[in-house]
T-cell receptor
């Protein structure tokens, strides 16, 4: 099946630094979603992307839909301690087919921010 | 608007028992998807319901089942629990016809002893 590969697997940064992470697939995705999950909670939707090349921001977060439709990128500017968590990329598999209600998730990027 | 709610938040069961988890979607959302999250396998899709019908199913054994009620609330059931069923079970709701944005509940942490 289609898989999403996220990198890096983990990041340790200082407060105030910028963060970049990405997600790649061997198959085309028509939608890219970025989620953040805090310990013991469900994932929270951060940004949704629907067009190749699209660049969307949500506060200090910016995400891009890669032009090949096989990758996506998430940037966090001026990180703060509450940015700590696991960031997941996700998308519906089977581009062009039926994938009712199913999202494929990357394995996540664990972000740690040191004050 | 209230978010997705899941009950109970925590559950401890023993092998061989069965369990039922409940999910109430965001008001107006008719699609409910269920996922299992474990450290080893990550987030894996279980099944999706829309208008009381299962439209999609992941690669899980038949011990995992679900249903949806006319008010869009959904339940999932796991019978004959195994140790490997210990996981965070997440429910997500969506408008279904609007893109693919899914909104998750806080999850139910199931521990099987």
């Amino acid at each position: 099946g289609q898989q999403l590969n996220q990198s890096p697997q983990s990041m340790f940064i200082q407060e105030g630094e910028d963060v970049s992470m990405n997600c790649t697939s061997s198959s085309i995705f028509n939608t890219w979603l970025w989620y953040k999950q805090d310990p013991g909670e469900g994932p929270v939707l951060l940004i949704a992307l629907y067009k190749a090349g699209e660049l969307t921001s949500n506060g200090r977060l910016t995400a891009q839909f890669g032009t090949t439709r096989k990758d996506s990128f998430l940037n966090i500017s001026a990180s703060i301690p509450s940015d700590v968590g696991i960031y997941f990329c996700a998308g519906p598999p089977n581009a062009g087919g039926t994938s009712y209600g199913k999202l494929t998730f990357g394995q996540g990027t664990i972000l740690t921010v040191h004050p | 608007k209230a978010g997705v709610t899941q009950t109970p938040r925590y559950l401890i069961k023993t092998r061989g028992q069965q369990v039922t988890l409940s999910c109430s979607p965001i008001s107006g959302h008719r699609s409910v998807s269920w996922y299992q999250q474990t450290p080893g396998q990550g987030l894996q899709f279980l099944f999706e319901y829309f208008s009381e019908t299962q439209r999609n199913k992941g690669n899980f054994p038949g011990r995992f089942s679900g249903r949806q009620f006319s008010n869009s609330r959904s339940e999932m059931n796991v019978s004959t629990l195994e140790l490997g069923d210990s996981a965070l079970y997440l429910c997500a709701s969506s408008l279904a016809r609007v893109r693919n944005e899914q909104f998750f509940g806080p999850g139910t942490r199931l521990t099987v002893l």
